[in-house]
């Protein structure tokens, strides 16, 4: 059986974060939809502030159904979870995907949109350093490794830790 994939990011997401996950997912063989807060391209950065190609969203998340997909991927950027944290419709899509209990994969910055839904407190996460305070305040235990898993949630640090990241995020969505 074929996993469908949402990805959910915005224009300021890390370029390599989407993409380099997104590529793993779809070689492990699921089916992989982009959605974003409008439906066509946006704006990617590489190294959070330098703006790198364009990346095509299949669905605006308005659209989206949390019961469409079997898990969640959410990428980093500095400015992408920024922005989907503070979008009500994005906030509500990510809370419907953690209460129906589906996996959810998270690297660098993404976990910012996650505080939103109050989902983390309790949980042992991973980021960026830059956002571990907010992690912290939200409830979590910060701890400094490339991945880490905690119930139905996956954490991985920056792009320096795709390659472990994607693998796990392949065997925690339940592709092989």
């Not at 959910?8 to 997912?25: K, N, Q, Y």
């Not at 989907?84 to 998270?106: C, H, N, Q, S, Y």
Request: proline share 5%; with cysteine; glycine share 8%.
């Amino acid at each position: 059986m074929t996993r469908k994939i949402a990805v959910l990011a915005a224009d300021g997401t890390e370029e390599i974060e989407l993409t380099s996950p997104v590529d793993a997912l779809r070689k492990a063989g699921a089916e992989v939809v982009i959605i974003s807060l409008e439906k066509g391209e946006f704006q990617a950065v590489k190294g959070d502030i330098y703006p790198s190609g364009k990346l095509k969203a299949d669905l605006a998340v308005k659209d989206a159904s949390a019961g469409d997909y079997d898990a969640l991927l959410l990428p980093g950027g500095v400015a992408s979870p920024d922005k989907l944290r503070v979008d009500e419709t994005a906030v509500r899509f990510v809370r419907d995907m953690i209460d129906a209990g589906k996996p959810v994969a998270v690297i660098c910055h993404g976990s910012q949109t996650l505080i939103e839904t109050g989902a983390l407190r309790g949980k042992t996460v991973t980021s960026w350093p830059a956002i571990k305070t907010d992690l912290k305040n939200a409830g979590a235990t910060w701890v400094d490794q490339a991945v880490v898993t905690d119930g139905q949630f996956l954490f991985s640090r920056c792009p320096d830790d795709l390659e472990k990241f994607n693998p796990a995020t392949i065997r925690h969505f339940g592709i092989s």
